[in-house]
């Protein structure tokens, strides 16, 4: 059954770090791979989706990769700014989760002005 | 603008009342997803739907029906026997098409008890 854990649970960084958000999932038997972001109260907003075929996708300061053999996924935010502030989710797509998206717990980040 | 419209954004429910959130999609996605999200926790999945006319149970369905009489529409309405039912309600859309397709959210609802 698959697994998706996310680490660290919380991160709390001065403005303008680069910084690297994990992923880990435990069968490599995956459609895709997808990033979200969540504010306070909020719906979750889609930041970068990631197909089994591809190593990486970049949007603005954000770029994510995906290594499906060691199932690793990791998101990295440049330059960060206070407005970054808020829980990453990653989520999979597997063959055998029978349409169901997988979800990590989420890393809930700080970013200090 | 394509998107997912969830309401209402607040909602109060009385002890023994059965209260209906509503979804609607104009994505034209086949696939549909009910999460209920408790405070600081993650998302669990409720129900889900594939098709018009079909749905199945996700991990947390007891208290919980959904119908899918439309493509646009996946309703859920919480009963009087979901015994804890505050919490944040998230729909979600997901197309088919290739298997490589984003998932996409409502702003939620969020249900209390009174």
């Known amino acids: 059954k698959q697994e998706v854990t996310q680490i660290p649970a919380a991160l709390s960084v001065p403005e303008g770090e680069n910084l690297v958000l994990n992923c880990s999932f435990t069968?490599?038997?995956?459609?895709?791979l997808q990033w979200f972001r969540q504010d306070p109260g909020k719906g979750l907003t889609s930041l970068l989706l990631i197909q089994s075929s591809q190593r990486e996708q970049t949007s603005g300061r954000l770029n994510a990769s995906l290594d499906k053999s060691s199932g690793r996924s990791t998101l990295y935010i440049a330059a960060s700014q206070p407005g970054d502030s808020a829980t990453y989710l990653c989520?999979?797509?597997?063959?055998?989760?029978?349409?169901?998206?997988?979800w990590g717990a989420g890393t809930k980040l700080i970013i200090k002005p | 603008d394509g998107g997912i419209t969830q309401s209402p954004k607040y909602l109060f429910r009385k002890e023994g009342q059965n209260v209906t959130l509503s979804c609607e999609q104009n994505l034209n996605h086949d696939a549909m997803y009910w999460y209920r999200q408790d405070p600081g926790q993650g998302l669990r999945l409720i129900y889900y739907?594939?098709?018009?006319?079909?749905?199945q149970k996700g991990d947390i369905a007891e208290g919980y029906s959904v119908s899918r009489e439309k493509k646009e529409s996946f309703p859920l309405t919480v009963t009087s026997a979901q015994k804890n039912p505050t919490a944040f309600y998230l729909c979600?859309?997901?197309?088919?098409?290739?298997?490589?397709?984003?998932?996409?959210f409502g702003q939620g609802t969020r249900l209390t008890v009174v």
């Open positions: 989520a999979v797509w597997g063959f055998d989760s029978n349409y169901q998206l997988i």
């Open positions: 739907s594939q098709i018009v006319n079909d749905f």
């Open positions: 069968d490599s038997a995956i459609y895709n």
């Open positions: 979600a859309s997901k197309g088919q098409g290739g298997r490589n397709t984003e998932a996409f």
